[in-house]
């Protein structure tokens, strides 16, 4: 499977970015796909995942009422959705697929397929 994110970019805060990520050479339906990001110097941290069904999803704390992730299986793509961004939301945002799905913050281990990453940049 390859992924392929956009739609990162330079925004002041307060504003909003609706990140994509789009999926080919696989059944993009079989996997449960999660956001991932990091910033210069620190660890890659979960975001927020969702099951391949979409029936459940799960956000990390950090960005829970601000942030949705969502998916279209017709399209073979996932999003995230930023609002109310903020500086320290500042990183390489990442997306990856696996085989698993938990109500919990998810470990970059644990995903197979990774995506190329997309710069947002969130001024003060």
């Known amino acids: 499977v390859q992924l392929q994110a956009s739609g990162g970019g330079l925004v002041q805060a307060g504003g909003s970015l609706r990140l994509s990520c789009t999926a080919s050479?696989?059944?993009?339906?079989?996997?449960?796909m999660a956001w991932f990001r990091q910033a210069p110097g620190k660890e890659r941290d979960f975001v927020a995942a969702?099951?391949?069904?979409?029936?459940?999803?799960y956000t990390a704390e950090s960005v829970k009422g601000r942030f949705t992730i969502s998916r279209d299986n017709t399209k073979n793509t996932v999003y995230l959705q930023m609002n109310s961004l903020k500086p320290e939301d500042t990183a390489v945002y990442y997306c990856a697929a696996g085989s698993y799905y938990r109500d919990r913050n998810m470990q970059p281990k644990e995903y197979r397929y990774w995506g190329q990453g997309t710069q947002v940049t969130v001024s003060s």
């Open positions: 050479g696989g059944t993009f339906s079989m996997y449960n």
């Open positions: 969702i099951s391949w069904g979409a029936t459940s999803t």
